[in-house]
């Protein structure tokens, strides 16, 4: 299993100078085998126009798995190059609330957009998806719900016989109650996609300093994650989704103050 990290920003891109390092794209992982192109994706941020690279030419064969429908991992969709292709065959997956390809057309219609999702080239199909245990693109995935604001999200577990990780990039533990330190539960539904994970892809976007005042955006903070990492036994942790305002020098020091948690 290879994963490449296409996009990491919460909420907006960000762009100059001072992003550029951990890059200023929206959310957007695109997983493939070995050397081999990329036949699963998760989130279509902004970042998710860099699969096309991963994809040398070659039109896109695969799923499209989104995590939940806010702008910051769908509006990356219709630049999606790959998949907007005459060739490319297009499973595009979310959680479940009314029938997808109009969920869609929401977004993706005038005046808002020029074109809808009808017309994008290339085979789409469009699925709504539920908690549980799915085979997609030959990988074991998980499903499972968790809490974050405005319409429904999921987390996923993804696994093969080479490994596994979790992806949960909004994530709002907080909406349960504080929890045994302060920073959120962790509560049943989080603890089946991370337990014993080679890699947890977590939402990260504030400190826990910041959650006093911000908590109600519905995000995880950075020692939520690693917590929670610590608690269910994870390999490794990722933090993603990080605050859109957050520059390359703040994110390394971040990682300084909590290296070898």
């Not at 330190?181 to 991370?194: C, F, K, S, V, W």
């Given at each position: 299993m290879r994963l490449s990290i296409c996009g990491v920003r919460g909420s907006t891109p960000a762009t100059g100078p001072r992003f550029v390092r951990y890059g200023g794209n929206t959310s957007c992982i695109a997983v493939g085998r070995g050397s081999g192109a990329p036949s699963l994706i998760l989130d279509s941020g902004t970042g998710i126009r860099r699969v096309a690279d991963l994809m040398q030419g070659a039109p896109f064969k695969g799923s499209l798995l989104l995590t939940h429908l806010h702008w910051d991992h769908t509006q990356g969709l219709p630049f999606f190059a790959a998949g907007d292709d005459d060739g490319s065959d297009v499973k595009l997956l979310m959680p479940g609330q009314g029938e997808p390809a109009a969920v869609f057309e929401r977004m993706m219609s005038p005046p808002f957009f020029p074109i809808g999702p009808d017309k994008l080239r290339g085979t789409w199909k469009w699925q709504g998806?539920?908690?549980?245990?799915?085979?997609?693109?030959?990988?074991?995935?998980?499903?499972?719900?968790?809490?974050?604001?405005?319409?429904?999200?999921?987390?996923?577990?993804?696994?093969?016989?080479?490994?596994?990780?979790?992806?949960?990039?909004?994530?709002?533990?907080?909406?349960?109650?504080?929890?045994?330190?302060?920073?959120?539960?962790?509560?049943?539904?989080?603890?089946?996609?991370?337990?014993?994970?080679?890699?947890?892809?977590?939402?990260?976007?504030?400190?826990a300093a910041e959650m006093a005042s911000r908590a109600w955006l519905g995000h995880a903070s950075v020692e939520y994650a690693i917590a929670l990492a610590e608690r269910v036994d994870a390999r490794r942790v990722l933090l993603f989704h990080h605050d859109p305002g957050r520059t390359d020098d703040e994110l390394d020091d971040l990682v300084r103050r909590h290296q070898g948690e």
């Open positions: 998806l539920e908690p549980g245990e799915h085979d997609i693109e030959g990988f074991s995935v998980r499903a499972e719900e968790v809490p974050h604001k405005g319409g429904r999200c999921f987390g996923y577990r993804v696994s093969d016989a080479s490994g596994s990780f979790a992806y949960v990039s909004d994530h709002n533990p907080m909406a349960l109650g504080k929890g045994p330190d302060g920073l959120g539960e962790y509560h049943a539904a989080i603890t089946r996609l991370a337990s014993r994970v080679d890699l947890l892809i977590h939402d990260a976007q504030f400190t």
